[in-house]
């Protein structure tokens, strides 16, 4: 599956954002979508994720401000992100996961939150 995020940009602290991820491939319905981040001189880190019957953990960082969803008929993955902090501040990356293991990654999209 290949995997394009969309919808990062520049907002201020309080804002909030959406991003998406669309897929393509088959059996979209089938696989655990996730999004990740990675700061500037950081290690990439999990955000969120959705599984294929609906399960939706997330970072504690997140929990409570985030929301990850899917639209299946549209092949497509969303990050609902409100009260932005500046330590939001990444790029967030699509993942997709069938047997275990995150091996189709999108180009990533930027988030910057000013303070």
Known sequence: VQLVE?????????DSLRLSC????RAFSSYHM????QA?????????????NG???????VKGRFTISRD????????????????DTAVYYCAASKYGQYSSWGQGTQVTVSS
Do not use: C, H
């Not at 399960?55 to 960082?61: E, K, L, R, V």
């Not at 992100?81 to 500046?86: C, I, P, T, V, Y």
């Open 6 to 14: 969309s919808g990062g940009g520049l907002v201020q602290a309080g």
């Open 22 to 25: 669309a897929a393509s491939g």
């Open 34 to 37: 996730a999004w990740f981040r």
């Open 40 to 52: 500037p001189g950081k290690e990439r880190e999990f955000v969120a994720a959705i599984t294929s």
């Open 55 to 61: 399960g939706t953990p997330y970072a504690d960082s």
């Open 72 to 87: 299946n008929a549209k092949n497509t993955v969303y990050l609902q992100m409100n009260s932005l902090k500046a330590e």
